[in-house]
């Protein structure tokens, strides 16, 4: 009987593991061709908190996944079970994606020197604002798509 109740419990905390870390781990994988640009690959051996590129790439990418992930729960708790969850989730992700796409460029290029994170070889030129939004709408569309569609499918008649 306990051990049954320490193996449901491990269980349950392996699902949470797995549910905050998945979404991140997806998007670590399919932002990864960004990583072909030399100054992405600066910025990630320049960030802290590891030494290596690849943990630092990695924990930033999970990281700056938790955002959506903890929206969507946040929708997914505050939402009536009977009420309609596709507008929250269409709001959140709006906003988040705005956010994402505002915002990562303009911490790259302003925020990071500013705090003493020189990372841009090559002086921080327009092509480092395009790199970087692109990456920033890449990144935000592998949540945004999904979530976009999920929200839509709950905003139809009849919910899901």
Do not use: E, H
Not at 13 to 33: Q, S
Not at 42 to 47: A, G, N, R, V
């Amino acid at each position: 009987m306990i051990l049954q109740t320490l193996v449901d419990q491990a269980i349950g905390v392996a699902l949470i593991i797995a549910y905050l870390l998945a979404p991140g781990i997806v998007a670590t994988l399919i932002w990864a061709p960004f990583l072909g640009s030399s100054r992405i690959r600066s910025l990630f051996k320049q960030l802290p908190p590891f030494d290596s590129m690849v943990l630092t790439y990695i924990f930033v990418a999970i990281a700056a996944s938790l955002p959506y992930v903890f929206g969507l729960l946040a929708v997914v708790v505050t939402v009536d079970p009977d009420g309609v969850w596709g507008p929250p989730i269409l709001g959140l992700t709006a906003i988040l994606s705005l956010c994402y796409v505002v915002s990562i460029p303009v911490i790259g290029v302003i925020g990071l020197p500013r705090l003493g994170i020189d990372w841009d070889p090559n002086g921080y030129s327009p092509s480092t604002w395009g790199i970087l939004t692109a990456g920033a709408v890449w990144y935000t569309a592998i949540f945004a798509v999904p979530l976009t569609l999920l929200g839509l499918v709950f905003s139809l008649p009849g919910g899901y």
